[in-house]
């Protein structure tokens, strides 16, 4: 029997059974040949036959299942953005490109800066989502603030450093170890985008994004991690540090090896450089900006040796008119929830990556780092989370097939080896073979802490 049964899983029963069939299955460090049955949204079992018949059964015929991937820094917009993204189009590209899970941040309109507003994005949510979301909210510095939001749910609290999304005196140390106290004392984990505003250019004519690219600097990013680390080992709270752009900032937070600490890397800043931003403009312009060719294949080779804690994507999707303007005035972002698994299946094909490497970043540790406790593995009494692969299918990034609002990609023309298949989401099968084919509302709304 199922001994993980929380009242979260009861209301999911009633879900159709599901069983996948000869499949090549993840399991901690290897791929084993079997079958898998969900019921009530979990995994039940798993075998090299199982005998039981499901509702529904899926003959994968050698297809790899991996664990569903979960995204920890999505942009799924919503409410008064829903013309850059809403969370239906957001959580269906999600699906498509293998994530069962994602975690959005708090940059909304309006912003997700308190308990209120985010049970409020919660409920807004709910019933238009395909896979599971939960929410970050704003870095504020008000204990009781902090504290209402850990009961809301909220995964962590997000400082983001160029321009704080509740407003915070940002330049001053003493703030900053408030909004880190806050974060300790309600068990929050605190998420950075570590870049330095007084670093970061203000004034002067840009006429090309290349200059754009190349005028925000490292050293914003070198000396906001610098500080935030000195911060943090005075007060001792959780902290991630997003998106990390240079392999010398990854080096400084993993050479303290400290279980606190955690880093992300995204496929963006692992596989291009400040040379594609010369080619491509917009479409490659995001913040922290791609960086050098050298910085590139320094940033690959310590992801491939397992130096960043996980992989997300940082899907930040803007309309086209937003984007293609003068570079000062381009929004930064890019959407990248389609492309990540193929691109990074492309380097198992090719041998730059290993494959557990590939389930470590993008599933398994992610689910650790944020305490999904039930998600980010294959086995008896986790979340019917999973993503059949076809590892030999070839493919061109196309962005025009995009499930996202935004149909644009740095990625685009890439050739792939390796591809999604099928993704199954607390049981429910939400995307096969191209479309979409479930309707909006399975996904669940997840809350920290409550060990979905
Ligand atoms: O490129 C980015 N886009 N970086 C961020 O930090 C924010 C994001 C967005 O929300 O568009
Ligand atoms: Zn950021
Ligand atoms: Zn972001």
Same mark, same amino acid.
């Given at each position: 029997m199922n001994n993980l049964k929380s009242p979260e899983s009861e209301k999911t029963s009633g879900l159709p059974s599901l069983i996948i069939r000869d499949a090549n299955i993840w399991t901690k460090n290897d791929t084993t040949r079997g079958s898998i049955l969900i019921e009530h949204g979990r995994i039940q079992k798993i075998a090299r036959n199982i005998t039981e018949r499901?509702?529904?059964?899926?003959?994968?015929?050698?297809?790899?299942v991996l664990p569903g991937l979960v995204d920890a820094h999505v942009h799924l917009r919503d409410m008064n953005l829903s013309y850059k993204e809403d969370f239906t189009t957001g959580t269906a590209a999600a699906a498509a490109g293998g994530f069962t899970s994602v975690i959005d941040m708090p940059n909304s309109l309006p912003p997700t800066d308190s308990a209120e507003r985010l049970r409020e994005r919660a409920r807004r949510a709910s019933g238009k989502i395909l896979v599971n979301v939960g929410f970050h909210a704003a870095a504020v510095k008000d204990q009781d603030a902090a504290n209402e939001m850990k009961s809301a749910g909220a995964f962590s609290m997000k400082l983001?450093?160029?321009?704080?999304?509740?407003?915070?005196?940002?330049?001053?140390d003493r703030v900053v170890v408030q909004v880190l106290d806050a974060a300790k004392q309600a068990s929050l984990l605190l998420t950075v985008h570590a870049e330095d505003a007084t670093k970061l250019p203000r004034t002067g004519e840009i006429k090309t994004f290349a200059e754009l690219v190349r005028l925000r600097r490292g050293n914003a990013e070198t000396s906001a991690v610098r500080r935030i680390l000195r911060l943090q080992r005075r007060i001792g709270c959780r902290v991630h540090f997003c998106h990390v752009s240079l392999?010398?900032?990854l080096s400084a937070i993993s050479n303290l090896s400290?279980?606190?600490?955690?880093?992300?890397?995204?496929?963006?800043?692992? /596989?291009?450089?400040?040379?594609? !931003?010369?080619t491509l403009g917009w479409k490659a312009w995001m913040v922290p900006p791609l960086r050098s060719p050298k910085d590139t294949r320094k940033l690959f080779h310590a992801m491939k040796m397992g130096i960043?804690?996980?992989m997300a994507t940082d899907h930040a999707p803007h309309t086209v008119k937003e984007k293609a303007r003068l570079p000062r005035k381009s929004s930064p972002g890019i959407p $990248?929830?389609?492309?990540?698994?193929?691109?990074?299946? @492309?380097?198992?094909?090719?041998g730059k990556l290993s494959l557990g490497r590939l389930v470590s970043l993008l599933s398994n540790n992610p689910a650790k780092v944020f305490d999904l406790r039930s998600k980010g593995? /294959?086995?008896?009494?986790?979340?019917?989370? /999973?993503?059949?692969?076809?590892?030999? &299918?070839?493919?061109?990034?196309?962005?025009?097939?995009f499930?996202? &609002?935004?149909?644009?990609?740095?990625?685009? $023309?890439?050739?792939?080896?390796?591809?999604?298949? @099928?993704?199954?989401?607390?049981?429910? !099968?939400?995307?096969?073979?191209?479309?979409? !084919?479930? &309707?909006? $509302?399975?996904?669940?709304?997840?809350?920290?802490?409550?060990?979905?």
């Open positions: 499901a509702d529904e059964e899926i003959l994968a015929n050698g297809l790899l983001y450093l160029p321009n704080p999304i509740a407003p915070l005196d940002i330049d001053d392999p010398s900032s400290s279980s606190r600490l955690s880093s992300e890397v995204t496929p963006h800043h692992t /596989l291009l450089s400040e040379n594609h !931003v010369m960043p804690t996980i $990248g929830l389609e492309t990540a698994l193929s691109l990074m299946l @492309t380097m198992v094909n090719n593995r /294959l086995e008896s009494g986790a979340d019917g989370d /999973l993503v059949l692969v076809d590892l030999k &299918k070839r493919g061109t990034i196309d962005p025009e097939k499930f996202s &609002k935004a149909h644009y990609s740095p990625f685009e $023309g890439w050739k792939t080896q390796g591809a999604v298949h @099928t993704t199954i989401v607390n049981g429910l !099968v939400v995307y096969r073979d191209g479309e979409i !084919v479930a &309707k909006p $509302g399975g996904g669940k709304v997840l809350k920290s802490g409550r060990h979905e």
